[in-house]
Structures are given as structure tokens and as C-alpha cells.
């Protein structure tokens, strides 16, 4: 494996500012710089908090006894016991097989960032993946892409349920869920490797009864040995853990939807525009009945809160009483999220992809309001992976990935259909028939003069050499095409490889992709790619 640095712009103008230095990080960020000093100050100020280490231990080492977590993952939750103890985190939807590559470049990162801190810190540091298995935006994971025809396809798992449910509370049918899986994988191909996957996909199933449970079955057998702990942000039972900051956040709801609009105008000055939607009026919790997940609305007029459909109110006290009684009953938005993890965990750092890079920086002023500090905000991997047989197609084409990501297949693409749309077979063979006809027709007058009789021959002779013209044409329009569909399946190839529906290969394509291809030892590949350093992409050679 070889790897390889590039410099590539993020998602997110402030993302890439962030990233490279340009943005003016005191503006959106508690620490400026995300160095070894920042780590320590931040260390510092996690050892003068409390948090309720020991229930949300207890919390987490009952869950994960049920997916049958590993001895590493066990024990670091034992250390989450240790008040010395922080954690690296970061998180992301519960997608099905774990989403786009992404995500496991997140996971990476969380989990890198945390050895290299306890080597330097001598504290325990945890690696901990938030799972939001609060998203009931169902679509947004309910599928992966594959290949099938030559064409990029959604492969999605065919559930039932058309409610606005949490991803934590939709079920997964395992009958379905195998059929699902095995279609999957059939359109990787056949490999030495793909018996060991389905064995190990289907093992996850077991005792997966929802969506959270088989991406967190997965993701903590990929990375047993690494210790990863995970949190499912929507299980009921982390709401008795969250239920005192809930209230805190009903009761300065207000507060903490002015400091986003206040934070939002201030970056808008700064040339940045906002990702969070957020109106005068959000409440920035949501209502759940277990079907149906609602976001709050704060009224002014009447001082109540209501869903968005206005069919449920509640005056202050009665969702203050629902927090303390049923806390299960709400869960968290984009704006609360952050500030809930920082409640329930000692962090040290929060792995962010771009996206979260330029809506934290919204989030600024909310964190204090509570006495919170917001942790340091560290970028996830950013990786493409180029296989051999792909570098072969690079190179026939006088392309390197790089040039690729650039957004340079296009333009030589381009320019290969110019060139070959030009090419002068029609011309050539209609000048050909032409001047043949033309020295031809003299034999026939000649002939004629001698003998009228010649007539028929002389006709069916200029015939057949017209007709072997006309094959010698076809033969040879037979071969360009033949050619340039070769030259067309190395574009496609390069293409669907690497810019997948224009989209960058980590947003669209699977780790078990790779995994079926290279063996489970890809992971650990994976694991071994050095640290990002200011933002670099990396190229990984396989």
C-alpha cells in the first residue's frame, strides 16, 4: 500500500478555511489551534468537571454485553469509570453495512487520535463512535450503492415502516435483511473472500433486531481490537442519563436559538453562510411518541410549545414534567446534539467531517450558556482508494487519480470524444466509392463500345466492387468501435471508481466493497494510513 497527499478543497467554504488556517478559528471555535497544547489545556479543564461516569458506564456496558462486544471494547468502558478517563468522539448516522466509506474513515480517526493521546497525555482516552440512531430520516440510510447493468444503482433494503421512527426503533426483518445482504454482495463479484463476508454480515444479524444494532454488530466486530465503544444517541435507555439537561435546555431554549442566530450573523459578516436552519421560534428538541418524531416550536405569543403541525401543545411545566418523568420522550436536534455529548462525556476531542466542521462553528455561544467549553474540533480522514487494475486505466488514459479528483476526467473526456467523433471513416470511404465509380465507368463505356452484350457483367463487376468497398468499411467501423469501447470502459471504470455520480468516492461506495476484494486485513490497511497533516487528502494505492 502506498500513500499518497493532496490538497483538495472541503465540502464547505468555512470547512476549508478551518482546514487550511484561512478561517479566523477564535470566531467559531473555543481552541484557535488543535495542537498537543490544546489537548492538554483541554485535559485541564476536563479534570476540574464531574460527569455521571459510573451510570452511563453501567448504561453502556449492559449494551454492549448484548451485541456481544469484545474484551477490549469491555474494558475501555471499564475505564470510563477512571476520572482520569476522556474520550475522542465523533459520530454518524446508523447507515446499513456502515454507509459510505466516511464513516469508517471517522472511526479511524477517532480511534487514532485517541492512542496517540494517551501516549502523549498518560491519561486513559477512550474511542468512542456516536451512533445518531436519533435520525428518522430513514432514506438517508436505508441503502447502499452498487453496480449492477454498468450502472450505479441504489441497493435499498425494502422496509415497511413509513412512519418518522428513529432509526434506533425501525426493525429489521432477518429474513429480509439476508436476502439484502446477499444481494448486495453478489454485485461485488465472486472472491476467495466473499464466503468469510456473508458469514461475518449475517453473524451481525444475529440478535440485530434494529438498524442501530446491526451497524453498531459491525462496526464493533470491524473494530474489536481497537477497543471502539459506541452510543446509541437513541436509545431509551441513555434518556434517564440526559433527562436533567433536557430540562436545562426547555428552560433556556430561547437563550440557545439567539446565540445560534447571533453566532449565524456573526459568520455571515465573515463571508460564511449558515448550514443550521433555525427560525426565532425552534425549540431545538423534538417530541417522540415512538412513531412520530416532531420537531418543537416555541410560540411567543402564547408562551407554549408545539409540535410543527400545531396538533400537540404544552406549556414549559408540562414538557419540564415529561422531561423528568419521560425523558424518552425527546430527543435532540443539530443544535442540541453537540451540547448533549458534552453533558453525558469527558471529551477530549470531536472527530468532524466537513459538514460538522461548519455547523459547530454556529454552535459557538450555545456551549457556554451551560458552563460548557466546546471541545476541539478535528478533521476526519479524507481518503480516495485507487486499485491496480485502476492505475493501469489511469495511465492508459495519461491521467493520475489526482488529476481525477480535480475534476480532470471530464475534460480529457472530453477531448477524446472530439477527436474521435472526427474520425474521417464516412468521408474517406464516400471519396473511395466515388473515384472508383469514376475510373469505372470508362471500362464499362469501353466495353460497351466492343460488345453491348458486356452490359449485365460490366454493371454486376462495378457492383461487386462497391460491395467490397462497403465491407472493407464496416469491417473497419467495426474495429473503431470496437476500440473505443475499450477506451470508453477505461473512462467509466475511472469514472465510477473514483467520481461515482460526480461525488466523492468516500460519499458514495462501501467499505465491504473492498473488504470482499482485499480481505478483512483492508481495515487494518486502512488503520495504518498516517494522520492527516493541515487537511492533506490522502491517495491510498492498493
Not at 259 to 266: D, F, G, S
Not at 329 to 353: D, I, K, W
Not at 387 to 396: K, N, V
Not at 476 to 486: G, S, Y
Amino acid at each position: 500500500m502506498e500513500v499518497r497527499d493532496i490538497s483538495l478543497p472541503a465540502a464547505t467554504k468555512l470547512a476549508a478555511d478551518y482546514i487550511t488556517g484561512a478561517f479566523p478559528a477564535e470566531r467559531g471555535f473555543a481552541y484557535a489551534r488543535v495542537d498537543d497544547e490544546a489537548f492538554r489545556r483541554r485535559l485541564s479543564y476536563l479534570q476540574e468537571k464531574t460527569y455521571a461516569r459510573r451510570p452511563l458506564a453501567d448504561y453502556l456496558r449492559a449494551y454492549h454485553r448484548r451485541l456481544g462486544a469484545g474484551a477490549k471494547t469491555m474494558g475501555n468502558i471499564e475505564r470510563l469509570s477512571d476520572e482520569r478517563s476522556v474520550v475522542v468522539v465523533g459520530g454518524q448516522q446508523a447507515g446499513l453495512l456502515t454507509g459510505p466509506l466516511y464513516t469508517i474513515y471517522k472511526i479511524i480517526t477517532i480511534i487514532r487520535l485517541a492512542k496517540e493521546q494517551e501516549e502523549k497525555l498518560g491519561v486513559p482516552v477512550v474511542p468512542l463512535f456516536w451512533i445518531a440512531g436519533e435520525d428518522h430520516d430513514i432514506a438517508e440510510i436505508n441503502h447502499v450503492y452498487v453496480v449492477e447493468g454498468g450502472e450505479v444503482k441504489k441497493a435499498v433494503y425494502p422496509h415497511k415502516v413509513n412512519d418518522r421512527r428513529m432509526a434506533a426503533d425501525l426493525p429489521l426483518d432477518r429474513r429480509l435483511a439476508e436476502e439484502w445482504v446477499e444481494r448486495v454482495v453478489k454485485t461485488y463479484g465472486e472472491t476467495d473472500v466473499t464466503n468469510e463476508l456473508l458469514s461475518f454480515l449475517f453473524f451481525c444479524l444475529d440478535g440485530a433486531a434494529t438498524f442501530v444494532d446491526f451497524f453498531a454488530a459491525i462496526v464493533l466486530r470491524l473494530f474489536a481490537d481497537e477497543g471502539l465503544v459506541v452510543l446509541n444517541a437513541g436509545d431509551a435507555a441513555v434518556r434517564p442519563l440526559e433527562r436533567r439537561f433536557f430540562a436545562e435546555l426547555i428552560n433556556r431554549h430561547r437563550d440557545v436559538t439567539s446565540a445560534v442566530l447571533a453566532q449565524q450573523e456573526a459568520l455571515r459578516t465573515l463571508g460564511y453562510a449558515p448550514l443550521i436552519e433555525i427560525g426565532p421560534d425552534a425549540a431545538n428538541l423534538f417530541y417522540y411518541d415512538g412513531h412520530e418524531r416532531s420537531l418543537l416550536h416555541y410560540d411567543e405569543q402564547t408562551g407554549r410549545f408545539r409540535t410543527k403541525a400545531g396538533n400537540v401543545v404544552w406549556t414549559k411545566e408540562e414538557l419540564l414534567v415529561l422531561a423528568e418523568t419521560k425523558p424518552a420522550c425527546f430527543s435532540n436536534n443539530v443544535v442540541t446534539r453537540p451540547l448533549m455529548q458534552e453533558y453525558l462525556l469527558p471529551t477530549l476531542a470531536f472527530v468532524a467531517g466537513p459538514g460538522e466542521i461548519a455547523y459547530w462553528a454556529e454552535l459557538k455561544e450555545a456551549f457556554p450558556l451551560f458552563g460548557m467549553e466546546m471541545p476541539p474540533v478535528v478533521p476526519r480522514l479524507q481518503a480516495t482508494i485507487v486499485s491496480r487494475s485502476l492505475q493501469t486505466d489511469l495511465a492508459d488514459l495519461g491521467l493520475e487519480a489526482a488529476d481525477v479528483l480535480r475534476g480532470q476526467l471530464d475534460v480529457v473526456k472530453q477531448q477524446w470524444l472530439k477527436r474521435t467523433a472526427e474520425a474521417p471513416l464516412s468521408s474517406a470511404f464516400a471519396k473511395a466509392k466515388a473515384e472508383v465509380e469514376a475510373a469505372h465507368r470508362p471500362l464499362r463505356e469501353l466495353g460497351m463500345a466492343i460488345d453491348r452484350g458486356l452490359e449485365g457483367l460490366m454493371a454486376k463487376n462495378a457492383a461487386i466492387i462497391q460491395a467490397q468497398i462497403e465491407f472493407l468499411q464496416q469491417a473497419l467501423e467495426r474495429a473503431l468501435l470496437r476500440k473505443h469501447e475499450t477506451q470508453w470502459r477505461k473512462f467509466w471504470r475511472v469514472e465510477t471508481a473514483l467520481r461515482p455520480h460526480g461525488a466523492p468516492q468516500e460519499r458514495i461506495w462501501n467499505v465491504f466493497y473492498y473488504v470482499n476484494r482485499y480481505g478483512f486485513d483492508f481495515v487494518e490497511k486502512l488503520l495504518s494510513i498516517p494522520a492527516p497533516e493541515n487537511g492533506m487528502h490522502k491517495i491510498v494505492y492498493i
